[in-house]
């Protein structure tokens, strides 16, 4: 690969690499102490997944992580482990995801042009709402993180 993380995978024709960073936004719920994971709503592609987006040039994955959460869901939180990064492709292009789990710190949601509306849900809720398979991967790997957490 080269030096430069926008630039294209060395020997792949498919162009650069995507890169992107999100996190499994979770908190405990009210009443009690078992978790529920936030699910972002993006009305652009009709989907349920995790608040997650490109880094900006220089951008480290972790910053941007934390930058996505709070542009997409209003919430300011704490990383927690490091989870599974997803590689996928978009459009024909490589595109590479990474995770973190994250405790929610406070905030509120406001709509916004990418996300319509968020849901707080129980693990199990969250598994059968997700759209993408990868997503759901990546909720089985935060409850296996989640003692850690």
Request: net charge neutral; glycine share 10%; proline share 10%.
């Amino acid at each position: 690969m080269s030096g430069d993380p926008h630039g294209p995978a060395h020997g792949d024709p498919r162009g650069p690499v995507i890169r992107a960073a999100g996190c499994v936004l979770w908190r405990r719920a009210p009443g009690g102490g078992s978790v529920e994971v936030c699910l972002v709503h993006r009305p652009k592609y009709g989907d349920f997944s995790f608040p997650k987006g490109k880094l900006k040039r220089d951008e480290e994955p972790l910053a941007a992580a934390v930058r996505e959460v709070l542009e997409e869901t209003g919430h300011h939180c704490a990383p927690g482990p490091r989870l599974p990064t997803a590689h996928y492709l978009v459009d024909g292009r490589p595109k590479e995801v990474a995770y973190w789990a994250a405790e929610a710190t406070g905030g509120s949601f406001t709509a916004n042009d990418e996300v319509d509306r968020i849901l707080w849900l129980a693990p199990e809720a969250a598994r059968a709402r997700l759209t993408q398979p990868r997503d759901v991967r990546q909720l089985t790997a935060f409850l296996d993180a989640l003692p850690r957490c």
